[in-house]
């Protein structure tokens, strides 16, 4: 079965255009110094057939003169190289940090999936490889074509001047060289997709397993894991290989096509030189444009695997973009405590059969404290889930309401929660940067009052405090410690609903009936569910809700 590209070159085409808003300018400045290059390069030819003619009596003229120019050119070559450099790896910089922030942004502010459609180590891979492959294009590949195209136009009026013949013979190439890299272009846009998809997968075991070192060892599939990697990897190699071998069968023909150009006009300049109609300077001029014709020819046939990785990149980011961004603006805050009211909602998920809610009524007066029970998987986490509207309902309505207002539930009206997920949620860095995630502006005052509301005051025994570091997910602190920590964070959000999913979970029963004493003796201006298995907590609640 043919493989067909999700997308079109000229729209993956547009796309990197539009990538490159903001480097225009640079971009521009970097192929009008290779111009300038490639003009200096031309002089030099003209220059050196100069004073070959001159020291071989063919014409007169100040030999030295022309060397001094030919010294000159060099010197600005050489400093036009170095400027273009210092172009291109800082804007190269610029260029990756305002992409990478982009997609970053539109990543974390796109709506909710429930399933993720792809793991989080081929996001990653994309975010890092992908940008990088567009932004060497737009900063490298584009100037150089630029450079290239122009180089060769000059270089072919120039050789035409001299001999019309001779240039028009080695341009004959142009229609295979055309018709080779269509062919070339379309058959490894599917080689390097295939290889970028498998260095992902490579990239996502690496991640998801020292991600969960401590359940490979415990379940004793250390083994297993690094089988699985060798076999990914032995897959990425045998893809590279096919691909190696496609190009470097192109490359062959393209560079036998290069050389016996190259011997046509050695052998059409010895045998002219031989009668007499050119001189030994205009023999080293053929030679010396004809490289400058053929080489641009080369540059691009060595920059279409770039090229045609670009356009691969192009499309794995195209697919992230195209992820829905969630309505986030002009959120709707209550004034006063707020309640909800779920009336006859019924949920699906898209990718199951089963309904898990159907016609679900329940009532959060404002103030209360609820428990919700049920077993697992009959929809207590789905509700929470309605409820923040990371998901919809298929039916029926959930609202917000005060003594004010009454406002359709949306990720507008997700300020008005405090939501408290199960597990270690923290973030490596010190507790004090975890706990100003709740609110940035929270005084030392404040975040010790939230420590103690959350049993997490353990913290200040620590010799540094608040300001003690943890590594990446709590690491250096126990389940229940880093529980404590991400309940303590959750409570300096200002909005009025507390939801606490499983969120006790890692607490013992001393602990936990504590931490709840603590929340529902706070006065009444907060609504508190709590999804649990306990039932310790159902003596401090209002109402029981059975899911």
């Not at 001999?163 to 846009?189: E, T």
């Not at 970028?196 to 894991?225: C, P």
Request: hydrophobic share 40%; net charge neutral.
């Amino acid at each position: 079965m043919k493989k067909t590209n999700k997308y079109s070159t000229r729209k993956l085409l547009t796309g990197i255009w539009k990538a490159s808003y903001g480097a225009r300018l640079q971009v521009a400045i970097c192929a009008f110094v290779g111009i300038i290059s490639v003009a200096c390069s031309l002089l030099f030819v003209y220059l050196s057939k100069e004073a070959i003619d001159i020291a071989t009596g063919v014409s007169t003229g100040v030999l030295w003169h022309y060397g001094l120019g030919m010294g000159i050119l060099i010197l600005a070559e050489i400093l036009l190289r170095a400027t273009n450099t210092w172009l291109a790896n800082t804007l190269s910089v610029k260029t990756q940090n305002r992409l990478r922030t982009g997609l970053f942004e539109r990543l974390i502010k796109s709506e909710w999936e429930g399933k993720e459609a792809r793991h989080s180590g081929d996001v990653l891979n994309r975010l890092i490889q992908d940008i990088n492959t567009i932004v060497s294009a737009i900063i490298s590949t584009i100037p150089l074509l630029i450079t290239t195209a122009v180089q060769f136009i000059a270089s072919f009026c120039f050789l035409y001047s001299m001999d019309s013949n001779l240039a028009v013979m080695l341009v004959l190439i142009l229609p295979f060289f055309a018709l080779l890299s269509r062919i070339y272009v379309n058959r490894m846009r599917h080689m390097t997709k295939a290889v970028r998809e498998s260095d992902s997968r490579i990239h996502s075991v690496m991640q998801e397993s020292l991600q969960h070192k401590t359940v490979v060892k415990t379940l004793e599939q250390s083994e297993s894991m690094i089988n699985k990697l060798q076999g990914l990897q032995h897959n990425l190699y045998e893809e590279v290989k096919s691909r190696t071998r496609f190009s470097i069968l192109s490359r062959t023909l393209v560079s036998t096509g290069f050389s016996m150009g190259y011997l046509t006009a050695f052998l059409w300049g010895v045998f002219r030189m031989q009668a007499g109609t050119i001189t030994f300077g205009v023999m080293t001029a053929f030679l010396q444009l004809v490289g400058r014709i053929q080489r641009p020819l080369s540059d691009i046939a060595r920059m279409i695997p770039a090229l045609v990785g670009t356009l691969t990149a192009a499309e794995r980011l195209f697919e992230l973009e195209e992820t829905p961004i969630e309505d986030c603006d002009h959120p709707i805050r209550l004034s006063h405590t707020a309640g909800i009211r779920i009336n006859d909602v019924s949920f699906t998920y898209s990718d199951g059969n089963e309904t898990i809610l159907q016609n679900f009524n329940a009532h959060f007066a404002p103030g209360s404290v609820t428990a919700i029970l049920g077993k697992t998987g009959a929809g207590k986490t789905t509700l929470i889930r309605l409820i923040l509207s990371l998901i919809h309902p298929d039916k029926g309505t959930i609202t917000f309401y005060d003594q004010e207002q009454e406002v359709e539930a949306s990720a507008r009206t997700r300020n008005n929660l405090i939501y408290v997920p199960q597990g270690n949620t923290l973030f490596s860095g010190t507790i004090r940067e975890n706990l100003l995630l709740g609110r940035p502006d929270a005084t030392d005052e404040e975040l010790h009052e939230v420590l103690r509301i959350a049993c997490a005051d353990f913290v200040e025994q620590f010799p540094d405090g608040i300001d003690s570091a943890c590594s990446e997910q709590g690491g250096g602190l126990s389940e229940g410690q880093a529980q404590r920590i991400a309940i303590a964070r959750s409570l300096l959000r200002p909005g009025s609903i507390l939801l606490f999913d499983e969120s006790t979970s890692a607490l013992d029963a001393d602990t936990e009936r504590l931490f709840i004493q603590n929340i529902t003796s706070l006065p009444r201006n907060k609504t508190i569910i709590f999804i649990t298995h306990r039932t310790s907590v159902l003596e401090f609640c209002d109402q029981v809700l059975h899911v």
